[in-house]
């Protein structure tokens, strides 16, 4: 092949690229969610964007290794969904769990979603000293939110507002380690 040829077709496959986009989100918009890490991992980021047209937000989830070595897999999705259309959400994992999948529904009425989230544990392992971040984004502004690396994510907050139909999410860190260090 001509270095010309390989030229055009290195610019087809990136502007090809550029035009997908470069995140490619876990949901598409109005579409179910459902996301889980690998096992062994959590959830350590989360990116989201509003899209305007769509009224509602695509979401790109990132995995990695709890802190001390710790394989939490011992899991449990909610029962149900952990907050009502248009309304504050406030999940908080069960003790000691991790946050390790997320999924939720898009609800066309109200131009909101509804939320399950997976937590998981390693026996011998407990969060200590949690606390709730700040808001991670303003009104229809993208959430790019990832955790330290020593921390765990066990918790997500959202509250919603009818006038943006869209939601401003914090969520609940803490550190993570052996009963017996
Ligand atoms: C939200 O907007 C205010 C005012 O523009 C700004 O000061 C603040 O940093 C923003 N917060 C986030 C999380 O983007």
Redesign the pocket.
Known sequence: MSLTRVAVLTMLVVSAAVFAGAVDYDNDFAKQLKFECPQDEVVTSVYSKFDGDAVDRRFKFGCGPAPGNARPRQCVWTDGFVNKVESAMAFMCPANHLVAGVASVYDSVSSDRRMKIKCCRQPGFRTNSCYFT?????WT?PLDYTIAGNKVLTGWLSMHDNGHQDRRNRMVECQYGPNKP
């Open positions: 700040e808001y991670l984004n303003n502004d």
